[in-house]
């Protein structure tokens, strides 16, 4: 079976970063790509960005461009989201979930357990 | 950006009705279209995608349509493990979510 299985909940002070990491088992790690996907507290689901796991190439929502960093390491098989310069506003649960290999694929058909990230001074 | 928009934000609906959930794309998509469901603490679930195409081990009482701009969720007769949020992804350009739509009990 497919899981993803994320880190655990964070505490971070304004300015500070954030590093959540993603481990999937069940299938091959470079056959899919992986997405991030955050939620405010009661709000809905925004696209952060998401990487190819094969050949590292990203691809990030244009409002957090210089903030946001996606990578992988192929020998551990597990994906990282680092968020810098954080505001309280980036309070939110951050998924991972898994992304198709093609462009036509581009949907989510597995989650993470979801991170949760307080940002307060 | 692609910017998604669902309708209606809120739902109230009995068991056994037949619920329609509409989004719209703020230009052409083709069919690159997913609806998710989510429960409350859970992660999304993936119900369909490709606008239509059922995900495997989602019942049969799930069904997408639309292409271009305009995709529809239908829900026939509505069972009690269907009370939940749903929200639409586009993935032609990118990735962006609907606002979502919060089935609730009538």
């Known amino acids: 079976q497919v899981h993803l299985v994320q880190s655990g909940p964070e505490v971070k002070k304004p300015g500070a970063s954030v590093k959540v990491a993603c481990k999937p088992s069940g299938y091959t790690f470079t056959d899919y790509g992986i997405t991030w996907v955050r939620q405010a507290p009661g709000q809905g689901l925004e696209w952060m960005g998401w990487i190819g796991t094969y050949n590292g190439n990203t691809n990030y929502a244009q409002k957090l461009q210089g903030r946001v960093t996606m990578t992988t390491d192929t020998s551990t098989s597990t994906a990282y989201m680092e968020l810098r310069r954080l505001k309280s506003d980036d309070t939110a649960v951050y998924y991972c979930?898994?992304?198709?290999?093609?462009?036509?694929?581009?949907?989510?058909?597995?989650w993470g357990q979801g991170t949760l990230v307080t940002v307060s001074s | 950006d692609i910017q998604m928009t669902q309708s209606p934000s809120t739902l109230s609906a009995s068991v056994g009705d037949r619920v329609t959930i509409t989004c719209r794309a703020s230009?052409?998509?083709?069919?690159?279209l997913a609806w998710y469901q989510q429960k409350p603490g859970k992660a999304p679930k993936l119900l369909i995608y490709?606008?239509?195409s059922l995900e495997s081990g989602v019942p049969s009482r799930f069904s997408g349509s639309g292409s271009g701009t305009e995709f529809t969720l239908t829900i026939d007769s509505l069972q009690p493990d269907d009370f939940a949020t749903y929200y639409c992804?586009?993935?032609?350009?990118?990735?962006?979510f609907g606002g979502g739509t919060k089935v609730e009990i009538k």
């Open positions: 992804q586009q993935y032609n350009s990118y990735s962006s």
């Open positions: 230009q052409s998509i083709s069919s690159l």
């Open positions: 979930a898994r992304r198709g290999s093609g462009p036509l694929l581009y949907y989510f058909d597995y």
């Open positions: 490709k606008a239509s």
